[in-house]
């Protein structure tokens, strides 16, 4: 099993950037994608980007592609999600998450964070 613990969250107007963070423990770190979800309130979780355990791949959801940015550092067990051009709808609870594979392709959820609070004001 792996530990996740996110940052990074915050208030931020519409426009604006943030960055979070993701720091993981464990030794399987490196052989395992990675994944960011968020939840706004009312609706259901939903996957918002992920990364190969290689970093080689990633995937978005279509509402942020060209917006967001997700990276990992193997050495340090850190994922990153740059998010650029906020909006009010990308409000939400943001968590991290491992995988069962390696792969992107079958992305698979299995640990997860406790969630950092992201808000996007108009």
């Known amino acids: 099993q792996v530990q996740l613990v996110e940052s990074g969250g915050g208030l931020v107007q519409a426009g604006g950037s943030l960055r979070l963070s993701c720091a993981a423990s464990?030794?399987?770190?490196?052989?395992?994608?990675m994944g960011w979800f968020r939840q706004a309130l009312g609706k259901e979780r939903e996957f918002v980007a992920g990364i190969s355990a290689s970093g080689g791949r990633t995937s978005y959801v279509d509402s942020v592609k060209g917006r967001f940015t997700i990276s990992r550092d193997n050495a340090k067990n850190m994922v990153y999600l740059q998010m650029n051009s906020l909006k009010p709808e990308d409000t939400a609870s943001y968590y991290c998450?491992?995988?069962?594979?390696?792969?992107?392709?079958?992305?698979?959820?299995?640990?997860w964070g406790q969630g950092t609070q992201v808000t996007v004001s108009s």
């Open positions: 464990g030794r399987t770190f490196s052989s395992i994608a």
């Open positions: 998450a491992t995988s069962y594979y390696s792969l992107i392709s079958n992305y698979t959820p299995r640990d």
